[in-house]
């Protein structure tokens, strides 16, 4: 179980009070990693792939936002 130490802060807020949700897709129980200062969301993956994909995104600041 990853923990929100390997987290990288958000790239829109720069707030560190992101952690994974679980999201239904497909029927397929995946995770979002989710800012819960400002709502990005990174893309849906298994649990701890969605770490590393937010990590990617935050470099690449490809991350995108949802109001
Ligand atoms: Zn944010």
Redesign the pocket.
């Known amino acids: 179980m990853a923990t929100n130490s390997e987290l990288k802060p ?1 790239p ?4 560190t009070d ?1 952690q994974p949700q679980a999201c239904g897709m497909n029927g397929v129980q995946v995770y979002s990693v989710r ?1 819960l ?4 969301r990174g893309p849906a993956e298994y649990h701890d792939e969605c770490i590393e994909a937010w990590n990617r995104r935050t470099s690449d600041s490809e991350a995108h936002h949802e109001e």
């Open positions: 958000c829109f807020c720069g707030d992101v800012c200062s400002c709502g990005a």
